[in-house]
């Protein structure tokens, strides 16, 4: 006993004095990335993996949704909000060698405006047409409209007006800055269509260059695995692990077995049922701060009893999500008030609140005149969220409070990708089950998009503040000064709970991370952007 | 015998050409789509009327069809939206075919070093313990679904005794060179002997998952046939000529009751692929059989069409090798 403690002091003393940890960290991942140029990536499974070797001008301060600076040292705004300047970090190369200045930002920028083809759909570029909007050679207008370089180490971007997205957005992996010699060499731009999908450029799949803690080494896919390795040169503090390694399992009980079983270190989003068993088992299990929100999403397109307020209030009075919380979802999940978690921007503590109440939802509907409404309730199989981690079970929670307050429920469970979402987002269902895990920090990333065009899964086309709603939200975001733009979404809150309701929502649940006992210093993210140049591993 | 072969292989290609064309528009019929693989719950309506256009999924099926088939000449089957996304389908498909092979390759070797033996030492001493304790065993091997079993199997000897590896083909970072795609081979090429050995080690579990099914088939009809053949006149005539046991066993009983277990591990080879598709995803093994699981859950249909119709066309070249190991081993079907 003794004389292994002494070796394992002698061990880590040897690691320590070799300035760092060599371990290796195997992550099991649920898919294989789509591609390694996160420009063109909307998946987490692709950021999981580019995260570790791409950084933005900002970045996130670890286990926060904070922005921080990352490549940019600092950046001001101009007075009308449409000019940003940023002071970028020196010294810094990309893993190729090219040096990150100025004109490296600019490239960056302009490749992402002058997208054209296949690179124009939102397939490819999602957060660019979600941010920026259209591209330089389409007729949709874009935020962006220039960037400049001064100097190596200033770059400024022009932009068409004001937005509450800045700078905060510059922080989501799509935009991480890329070797523009790399870009150029493996030709990065080269998307096209073909038969029913995308082919990627050479770059995307095998030479992506950023200026992170760690380089791609290889994506073996006969094996399922994708190995980074330690930025030698790194310009902040190095990665304490020398490799890092991905392997792609896509059923979530051979994930677990894996990590039992020691071939892997740890995996994302464990089913709640197993936490308790893991964490008995001597796993560590963290639970990220919720950052999601989960919504009982209503369509005003086909059924006209729900264009009534009434109709939608009673919904909202007949659901028991104290009790869904509490049954269906794991430990440090809350009862939602709003359509995102107080920790953003705008949220407000006065919204009206609806506490499960079914007599006054029996009384609204018989108001409305609709005692005796059905209603299509669509819920989704072969999927779990990490705001949804058990839909049918939800489902079931929540057609039975509908039923006892005399709705017939008319269930309609389609698989994920074979149906679901076609249905949902073409407006065909009457009720249904969705969410959104925030991208960043920002109201307009959680309200903007469900109810900022009004055509789709809401289709509050159909009620008559549906175009109104959307013009407030665009308003707030274009309001530079930032006491202004929380008071105004704050009150878009207080209206939507009161006087639109347009959905009901329901909860913030908080996604878990595994990982065993030997990986230590791995600080969960709210965002689920986990970065793990600040991980090691122990030799417990 | 020729004539006949080309006949077979004409066949083949009929096969091939109906099935491709009522699996490109089955698959087109089932809700969801690479639209949704592809946007996932952010779409609205806009971007998914932009990607239908873009990807000409608004075309009629004939003209789709069309363009299929003209890619589909120059040996471009479309790429990967699910399985692996952006990758070509057809490299999808060579890149997992080696995985597939070796699991169903090993697992029908030891179905068959197995079923037939103890299929034919049962029958030779039939009512015996060997024979009750084949029997048993192989009516187990039918009745319990693959995935318990591979349960039970990663239970004991990946989880309790840590003897075998859990999932997988290779352990993540072992540095392996690949020549041919299979891991074992390769290890043996390269004489890196450690990534031969992890491979194998990788196999032994799936393998056995799989070998059940196929075992007690083979086994019980082995069986069946060496006990019928026992029977027959020309045995009872062999024993009366004064021929040797080990003649008669060899060239009578062995040789004739091997006819119908032949046709049978044929089958079952065709079977094997629809047995991996559990295996493969239980013990994450990337074949086929995990393509085609996870290529129906993310509506890959580029994979999917590859996967099928290479299948089909394994499944058919099977038969025809059946067949033609039939006339081999029966003289009298090559007079016809």
């Avoid at chain 1, 709003?338 to 006065?350: E, H, I, L, R, W």
């Avoid at chain 2, 069986?223 to 027959?232: G, K, N």
Wanted: include cysteine; aromatic fraction near 10%; charge should be negative.
């Amino acid at each position: 006993m003794l004389t292994a403690s002494l070796a394992a002091c002698a061990a880590s003393e040897r690691d320590s004095a070799a300035g760092g940890n060599d371990g290796t960290m195997v992550f099991g991942a649920a898919g294989a990335p789509a591609l390694f140029d996160p420009f063109y990536a909307s998946d987490g499974e692709t950021f999981r993996v580019t995260r570790q070797m791409m950084e933005g001008l900002v970045g996130y301060k670890p286990g926060t949704a904070e922005v921080q600076p990352e490549l940019a040292t600092g950046w001001e705004q101009s007075e009308d909000g449409t000019t940003w300047t940023f002071q970028l970090r020196e010294g810094v190369k990309f893993h190729d060698g090219t040096p990150f200045n100025a004109e490296a930002v600019c490239a960056n920028f302009e490749r992402w405006y002058n997208q054209t083809g296949a690179g124009q759909n939102s397939a490819l570029s999602y957060y660019w047409i979600e941010t920026f909007g259209g591209f330089a050679d389409d007729d949709k207008p874009s935020l962006y409209e220039s960037c400049e370089a001064p100097d190596p180490t200033t770059a400024v971007i022009n932009l068409a007006r004001p937005t509450s997205k800045f700078p905060d957005a510059l922080g989501l992996d799509s935009f991480s800055m890329q070797s523009p010699t790399a870009m150029e060499k493996y030709q990065a731009n080269n998307v096209r269509a073909q038969g029913s999908s995308f082919v990627y450029s050479e770059y995307a799949k095998k030479h992506p260059t950023g200026t992170g803690p760690f380089k791609f080494e290889s994506y073996n896919e006969g094996n399922g695995t994708i190995t980074l390795t330690r930025n030698e040169n790194y310009w902040g503090e190095k990665a304490k692990l020398s490799r890092l390694i991905f392997k792609i399992i896509p059923d979530e009980n051979v994930r677990k077995e894996e990590l039992l079983a020691g071939s892997i270190d740890g995996y994302d989003f464990p089913n709640p049922a197993d936490l308790q068993s893991l964490s008995d088992a001597g796993f560590n299990v963290q639970v990220r701060d919720p950052f999601n929100i989960m919504y009982l999403g209503i369509t005003q397109k086909n059924n006209p009893a729900l264009r009534d307020l009434k109709v939608r209030k009673a919904l909202a009075y007949a659901v028991d999500r104290k009790n869904l919380v509490q049954a269906n979802l794991p430990e440090g999940a809350e009862v939602a008030t709003q359509f995102y978690p107080d920790t953003v921007d705008g949220y407000a503590k006065d919204v009206q609140k609806y506490s499960h109440n079914p007599e006054k939802a029996k009384q609204l509907l018989a108001e409305a005149g609709h005692s005796d409404l059905t209603l299509r309730f669509y819920w989704p199989t072969q999927v779990t969220r990490p705001y949804m981690p058990d839909p049918r079970g939800i489902f079931n929670a929540i057609a039975g409070d509908l039923r006892a307050v005399g709705i017939t429920v008319e269930p309609v469970s389609k698989p994920w990708n074979g149906g679901y979402l076609d249905d949902v987002n073409n407006a065909r269902a009457d009720l249904f089950l969705l969410g959104w895990t925030g991208d960043y920090n920002s109201p307009d990333n959680f309200i903007g998009t469900f109810f900022g065009s009004t055509e789709n899964q809401f289709y509050t086309a159909a009620a008559p503040w549906g175009e109104d709603l959307a013009k407030q939200l665009q308003a707030a975001d274009r309001e530079p000064d930032p006491a202004k733009r929380e008071a105004m979404y704050a009150e878009i809150n207080r209206k939507l709970m009161a006087q639109y309701l347009p959905a009901v929502p329901l909860s913030h649940s908080p996604p878990a991370i595994v990982t065993s006992k030997q990986v230590k210093g791995l600080q969960p993210s709210p965002l689920t952007a986990e970065e793990f140049a600040s991980v090691s591993m122990s030799e417990e | 015998m020729l004539r006949y072969t080309v006949r077979r292989l004409g066949q083949l290609v009929i096969v091939v050409a109906v099935l491709s064309i009522l699996l490109f528009a089955w698959l087109r019929s089932l809700p969801g789509g690479p639209v949704s693989a592809l946007l996932g719950n952010r779409a609205t309506p806009e971007s998914r009327a932009a990607l239908i256009q873009q990807l000409g999924l608004d075309q009629p099926l004939y003209v789709q069809y069309w363009k299929f088939l003209q890619r589909a000449v120059s040996g471009n089957f479309g790429v990967s939206t699910g399985v692996q996304p952006g990758t070509p389908a057809l490299e999808v498909f060579l890149q997992r075919m080696p995985a597939t092979l070796e699991l169903s390759a090993l697992a029908l070797l030891l179905a068959v070093a197995a079923g037939i033996p103890l299929g034919y030492f049962a029958a030779r001493r039939r009512g015996s313990w060997l024979d009750n304790v084949s029997i048993t065993w192989s009516l187990v091997g039918v009745a319990v679904p693959v995935f318990f079993l591979a349960f039970l199997l990663k239970y004991v000897f990946a989880l309790e005794l840590g003897a075998l590896p859990v999932s997988g083909r290779h352990e993540a970072g072992i540095n392996a060179t690949e020549v041919t795609g299979f891991y074992i081979l390769d290890g043996l090429l390269t004489r890196e002997w450690d990534a031969a050995w992890d491979a194998f080690l990788h196999l032994i579990l799936p393998a056995i998952a799989l070998s059940t099914i196929p075992f007690s088939v083979i086994f019980r009809i082995t069986r069946a046939a060496v006990l019928d053949v026992t029977e027959e006149d020309y045995v009872r005539t062999a024993h009366s000529k004064g021929l040797t046991e080990r003649v008669i066993r060899a060239r009578h009983i062995l040789r004739n009751a091997l006819l119908p277990v032949v046709t049978i591990i044929g089958l079952q080879t065709g079977a094997l692929l629809s047995g991996a598709v559990l295996t493969e995803q239980v013990f994450n093994l990337p074949g086929l059989g995990q393509a085609l699981s996870l290529g129906f859950q993310r509506q890959d249909f580029a994979v999917l069409q590859v996967v099928i119709i290479a299948s089909a066309m394994v499944y058919v070249l099977v038969n025809l090798i059946v067949d033609l190991a039939y006339a081999a081993i029966d003289p009298r079907l090559r007079t016809r």
